[in-house]
């Protein structure tokens, strides 16, 4: 009988096709579209700044050296004389600004210290690019003035940096393919799960009660605890179906971004399409780990949904339990990004949800270990046991079944 | 085949019913007749074992609801006024859906289908998808599942309401064919003229206590008046309670 609910409740959930591609077809897409468009459209915002020209106000252009200005020429900045340079910057006129005081080319010929106001604004991201490369150009100069006086005193450059660091990176293979964002995936498992089982769950219960259905199958001799076990099983369908087309967008999202773009993009594309976690790295054990604890976490997730959903009287009631939720699954996924600093404690792994996440988050990382896998699984298991305990209970009390 | 000893059932401060009794016998078409909150449905989910009575207690075709609660499940059939069906199966989806929990094979289900067909002319009902049905179709299905397993005691609750009268036509039609020699039906409703229609005897219901019990004519000439109606106002002022709306 469990399975014979089961069957009517995905049947029905099928039907629905506002359903099917919400919880389905938009997973699967969500993923590909937001790794590729994201790149490409900040890769081709930040390549036109820095490649078009820009025009900044100055005041005093022709104390500016003749070798800084081209410096600054080299980095596609134009001049334009104006006044008030604080207004024009603070109106968005110009996106920078430089005030070129009269001493500024007979101290630096003298030797002494001179400065120029920089004028830009904090916040901005175009204006604080355009900053930087005037930045960039002064401190080229000032490093060349720099390393003239060094010579003409006998001394090489490398007295202004006596030590060098050499960088290496012990990360393995898995943990630096992986990408920054690997906790993406754990992520995005929960809160699709979440997603795709509430449509069935909502349906499953108050949904019955909204269309009088429920108390016709309460009289039929079918035991409570097969349509609640029915119910769940259900939901965990169809949370389940929705997690692995999410990780599956991710895959394909990963191999689109590889295949079409990277060459197209130019070099530094591939730092970010290694921060996006394009190229997950998966053996078949931690696929099978992962797919286990994503159906542990899928199970708890569903008996969640169900023994909550269950006392509402009313579709828009019982949305109004689910919402929440989300933010159950947010904190801890977002938490997950500082998952260095508590990763090693053993009782991260007995709470539940969080420890799914954090496992996840190791398995795709590569850094899995087996007291973490069976505190989890076991964490888990018995969570869901209790919460569907709590939906049978729930499910057989009168004040639940027709509340007024 | 239904034995009712005083019930009673109060929800945290209202008392629904109190100190109900009546029996209903093979064949019978037992009305229960009384107005809004009367405490008609709660009697009736009480017998169906939906929920528990406070007090007293009763059997539905010699099972105990309480110590056999499945074994009336298995014999009871309920139809009411609100109940619905799953709006993304066909009517003959539902009607598999519920033949299951009975045990019935699917022959089975198919031989009741057309049997129920005949009685209740479901027609294209049956392979429709329930959502766009009108209140009368629906609850044509809503019939056939009830009756599905051929049970021998069945409930109506307010079956009638929110149909227009072609439908309620349908469905009092029903109710007169149907039941047999080895059947029981309560039919619980606040529409006297339902009552008088389909009822061999009639309990009257008012603030959870049954007032008068017997057959329609007896209960008119025993209040003297010339129809139910009166003869209702008459009874619920002898047995000394108020009448208020
Ligand atoms: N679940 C419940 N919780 C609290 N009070 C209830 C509940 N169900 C019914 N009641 C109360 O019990 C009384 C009897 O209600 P009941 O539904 O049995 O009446 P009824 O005769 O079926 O009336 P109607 O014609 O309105 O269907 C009413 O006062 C009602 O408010
Ligand atoms: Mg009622």
Redesign the interface.
């Known amino acids: 009988?469990v399975f014979?609910v089961a069957r009517?409740e995905i049947?029905?959930t099928l039907?629905?096709r506002r359903a099917m591609v919400s919880s389905l077809l938009i997973p699967l897409l969500i993923l590909p579209f937001m790794m590729l468009g994201l790149p490409l459209l900040l890769g081709g915002l930040f390549e036109r700044e820095q490649t078009s020209i820009t025009e900044i106000a100055t005041i005093g252009l022709s104390y500016l050296p003749a070798e800084l200005k081209t410096e600054l020429e080299t980095q596609n900045i134009s001049f334009v004389e104006a006044q008030d340079l604080e207004t024009l910057v603070k109106d968005g006129k110009y996106q920078v600004a430089l005030d070129i005081p009269k001493s500024f080319s007979t101290q630096l010929e003298a030797g002494e210290k001179a400065s120029l106001t920089l004028i830009s604004k904090a916040g901005n991201l175009r204006s604080e690019l355009n900053a930087s490369k005037i930045q960039d150009a002064v401190s080229k100069f000032s490093e060349g003035i720099v390393t003239k006086k060094l010579e003409s005193a006998g001394l090489s450059a490398d007295v202004l940096e006596p030590i060098t660091i050499n960088n290496l990176d012990a990360s393995s293979e898995a943990e630096r393919s992986s990408g920054q964002l690997a906790w993406l995936i754990p992520f995005f498992i929960a809160v699709w799960t979440l997603a795709g089982g509430q449509v069935t769950a909502l349906d499953a219960t108050a949904g019955e009660k909204e269309?009088?259905?429920l108390?016709?199958l309460?009289?039929?001799?079918?035991?409570r605890i097969e349509v609640v076990l029915g119910k769940f099983l259900a939901t965990l369908t169809f949370g389940l179906s929705a997690s692995v087309m999410a990780i599956l967008g991710y895959v394909l999202g990963g191999a689109l971004l590889r295949s079409l773009f990277l060459k197209r993009l130019g070099d530094g594309a591939e730092e970010i399409v290694q921060v996006l976690g394009g190229s997950l790295q998966t053996t078949p054990l931690s696929i099978l780990l992962l797919l286990m604890s994503a159906l542990l976490l899928a199970s708890l997730i569903s008996a969640l949904l169900i023994s909550i959903t269950m006392f509402a009287r009313t579709y828009k009631e019982a949305q109004s339990y689910v919402a929440p939720l989300s933010f159950v699954m947010i904190i801890p996924a977002v938490g997950l990004q500082f998952s260095d600093f508590f990763g090693t404690n053993i009782f991260v792994y007995l709470v539940p949800i969080l420890n799914a996440l954090v496992l996840m988050d190791d398995i795709v990382k590569g850094q899995v270990a087996f007291l973490p896998v069976i505190a989890t699984w076991a964490s888990l298991i018995a969570f869901s046991a209790l919460l569907l305990d709590f939906a049978f209970r729930s499910f057989k009390r009168?004040g639940v079944?027709?509340r007024t | 085949m239904i034995e009712v000893t005083n019930l009673g059932k109060t929800f945290s401060d209202v008392t629904a019913i109190s100190n109900l009794s009546f029996k209903v016998d093979a064949g019978e078409v037992y009305g229960l007749l009384g107005p809004n909150g009367a405490g008609k449905t709660t009697t009736l989910r009480i017998l169906a074992t939906l929920i528990e009575a406070t007090t007293g207690k009763a059997t539905v075709n010699g099972f105990d609801i309480k110590k056999d609660a499945e074994a009336v499940r298995k014999a009871i059939g309920v139809v009411n006024g609100g109940m619905g069906l799953y709006d993304r199966l066909t009517g003959k989806e539902v009607l598999y859906y519920f033949g299951k929990f009975y045990g019935m094979s699917k022959v089975a289900i198919d031989k009741r289908i057309k049997e129920l067909d005949e009685l209740l002319s479901l027609g294209e009902t049956l392979n429709r998808r329930t959502t766009g049905f009108s209140t009368g179709m629906k609850q044509k299905i809503v019939i056939a599942r009830a009756v599905l397993h051929d049970p021998p005691i069945i409930f109506f609750d307010e079956a009638t309401s929110g149909l227009d009268i072609m439908a309620r036509r349908a469905v009092m039609n029903f109710v007169k064919a149907y039941p047999s020699q080895n059947r029981a039906v309560i039919y619980s409703t606040h529409v006297m003229s339902e009552v008088e229609e389909l009822c061999n005897r009639v309990g009257i219901i008012y603030k959870g206590k049954l007032i008068a019990e017997n057959t329609v004519t007896e209960l008119i000439s025993q209040s003297g008046e010339r129809n139910l109606e009166n003869a209702f106002f008459k009874l619920v002022e002898r047995s000394g309670m108020e009448v208020s709306a």
């Open positions: 009988m014979h009517k049947l029905s039907r629905d269309r009088g259905t108390e016709a309460l009289v039929s001799p079918v035991r009168e079944i027709f």
